[in-house]
């Protein structure tokens, strides 16, 4: 099923702790058309290991404030340069709870979760 940000948010707030929220925010990333190497990017494809993706997210909801994490990841499809590749959504109490959460959870996703294929411009 095709998410977006909207159908994340709206979904957070049905959450029976919604209530306790400040704050919730959103990661939108895309595939840029450069590699932190420099090298010209056409696209990519990510592959999701979906237990360790279940871990991660059970661990990170555990974090101070924390009421609630969705994730939605464009995976095993060829992607092109602009196109949405994981939106991630932290909801919480505090501003300070929900930054350290969003960096922590993005990280290890990005880290334990996610595979990437680059495909390059010769």
Avoid: W
Avoid at 21 to 28: S, T
Wanted: hydrophobic share 40%; with cysteine.
């Amino acid at each position: 099923m095709e998410r977006n940000i909207a159908d994340l948010i709206d979904e957070i707030k049905q959450h029976p702790d919604y209530s306790k929220a400040g704050m919730i925010l959103c990661h939108n990333g895309v595939v840029r058309k450069t590699s932190r190497e420099g090298d010209v990017v056409s696209g990519l494809k990510i592959r999701v290991d979906h237990d360790r993706l279940k871990q991660v997210l059970e661990d990170q909801k555990q974090m101070p404030g924390i009421i609630d994490i969705l994730i939605h990841i464009f995976e095993e499809r060829d992607l092109v340069v602009g196109d949405d590749v994981m939106y991630l959504l932290v909801a919480g109490d505090i501003r300070e709870n929900v930054l350290a959460c969003m960096a922590d959870t993005l990280n290890r996703v990005k880290k334990e979760v996610t595979f990437k294929t680059q495909f390059f411009i010769d």
